[in-house]
C-alpha cells in the first residue's frame, strides 16, 4: 500500500533523494522546497515520476500549515513526514552572530518540532 509522504528540505541532497526514490517506490509524495522555482535538480531526477512540488519555508508557521492543510485535503491523512530540512553554519562559535544562531536554531530544532507536532495528530 502507497503512503503519503512530506518531505522537507527537498531542493538537493537527501531530501531530493529521498523524494525520488520514494516516488519511484509507488509512494505519494510532497516534496517541501523554501523556493519551488529551485527546482531544476528535483525535477529532473524526479523524471517519469509524480512528485508533488510544495512551498515550504519550514520556519513559517504559515506555510506549515497551509502544507498540512493542502496534503489533508488532497490525500485525507499523511502517513510519513520526513524531517529533512536543514542548515549549518562553518567556523568559531565566536564568529557566529545571535541572528544567524536564531536562523539555525529556527530551522534545525524549533520547526521539526513544530511540523511534527502539526503532523502526528493525522497520522493517528
Known sequence: MSKVVLVTGCRSGFGLLTAVELARRGHVVYAGLRDPESAEALVGAAKGLVVRLVPLDVTRGDQREAVVEQILAEQGRID?????????????LEDVDEDEFRQVFDTNVLAPWALTKAVLPTMR
Not at 82 to 91: E, F, H, K
Open 80 to 92: 510519513v513526514l520526513v524531517n529533512n530540512a536543514g542548515v549549518a553554519l562553518g567556523g568559531f
